[in-house]
């Protein structure tokens, strides 16, 4: 049902390497957000977007950096990649519902550094 | 920082049985959503419950916010495999920016 996708699905690098996880929807939302999630544990944002060049820092502190050039496009980019990386990445967008919001989540990159 | 419990963390059944996982918090929100989370995939939204006291069906699945709406249960009947996940609450406050998630009920439905 969910218009929104994540490539890569799963990322093995090595460490100091550049990268970046791409994440699109089609839906026009305008907000947008990247979700870090470890195995068996809760998800902790890290950053979000109000829309075309809103980008804001999440609840917990992250290395990695966005960008938000385009409504359908929130990439995620680690400049040097460590073991303490290694997470899985879920982005989503939202629309308004109520007083709140529906998330609508991708299938996340799971990303390994070695 | 909010405080927002939810119980239990791993709760793992047979095929059929019944069970109940809560969600709790010592402040009041203005609506709560339940995600289920299935192995390698993102959250998906299962409801919404905005009035305190409100109850809501989906099949198998009840949902009730607490009259206080500062918790929330989610009671599964006759649980089937399917069900399997983590299934996670994610509370609204007014005047917050984001949701933010409750660490997470892992069920296990073994056939």
């Known amino acids: 049902e969910a218009d929104i996708y994540q490539t890569p699905r799963y990322l093995v690098i090595g460490t100091g390497k550049k990268i970046t996880l791409e994440c699109s929807q089609t839906?026009?939302?305008?907000?947008m957000y990247w979700y870090q999630q470890d195995p068996g544990m809760e998800l902790h944002l890290i950053h979000y977007?109000?829309?075309?060049?809103?980008?804001e820092k999440g609840d917990l502190s992250s290395e990695s950096t966005v960008s938000r050039i385009r409504t359908e496009h929130f990439p995620l980019t680690l400049e040097s990649a460590r073991p303490s990386h290694t997470s899985q990445y879920l982005c989503?967008?939202?629309?308004?519902?109520?007083?709140?919001?529906?998330?609508?989540f991708g299938s996340g990159t799971q990303l390994s550094v070695l | 920082t909010q405080l927002l419990e939810q119980s239990p963390q791993f709760l793992s059944i047979q095929e059929g049985e019944n069970l109940t996982v809560y969600c709790n918090s010592s402040?009041?929100?203005?609506?709560l959503q339940w995600y289920r989370q299935e192995p390698g995939e993102g959250p998906v939204l299962l409801v919404t419950?905005?009035?305190?006291?409100e109850v809501k069906k989906l099949k198998r699945l009840t949902f009730q916010f607490g009259d206080a709406r500062k918790d929330s249960s989610l009671h599964i009947t006759a649980a089937q495999p399917g069900d399997t996940g983590l299934y996670l609450c994610?509370?609204?406050?007014?005047?917050?920016?984001?949701?933010?998630f409750g660490t997470g009920t892992r069920l296990t439905v073994i056939p």
């Open positions: 989503a967008s939202s629309e308004p519902v109520g007083l709140g919001e529906k998330l609508f």
């Open positions: 839906m026009g939302h305008d907000k």
């Open positions: 977007s109000y829309g075309v060049n809103s980008t």
């Open positions: 402040s009041v929100f203005s609506s």
């Open positions: 419950v905005v009035t305190g006291g």
């Open positions: 994610a509370p609204h406050q007014t005047g917050a920016n984001n949701l933010f």
